[in-house]
């Protein structure tokens, strides 16, 4: 099993974030530029496009509030427990450290 560091998990997320909110200005974008040329069938596409659309901005929402919480308290956690914070920095530092050198 492979373990991430914050700093990947943060980065991932934000990636996340990033791909969402462009696939919901892409897909508003797409609906603007089309809006005039739908018949009757177009307007239930464009309807269940405009609910999916709204549901990745509700999802990119509690993401992006999950993430800053989860941030909040690792921060929280890191200035109350200064010292076991560097202990266990230093523990995974070491143990990596030991697995790069094995594998030269």
Avoid: H
Avoid at 76 to 84: K, L, W
């Amino acid at each position: 099993m492979e373990t991430r560091s914050t700093s990947d998990i943060e980065a991932s997320t934000e990636r996340l974030l990033q791909e969402l909110k462009d696939v919901v200005d892409e897909g508003e974008e797409i609906l603007r530029a089309g809006a005039e040329q739908l018949g009757e069938q177009g307007s239930v596409a464009r309807e269940k496009l405009m609910a999916a659309l709204d549901a990745a901005r509700e999802t990119q929402l509690r993401l992006q509030e999950r993430a800053v919480a989860g941030a909040k308290a690792a921060d929280v956690y890191i200035r109350s427990n200064p010292y076991q914070s560097i202990g266990i920095a230093f523990g995974v530092g070491l143990i990596l450290g030991l697995f790069a050198t094995r594998r030269k």
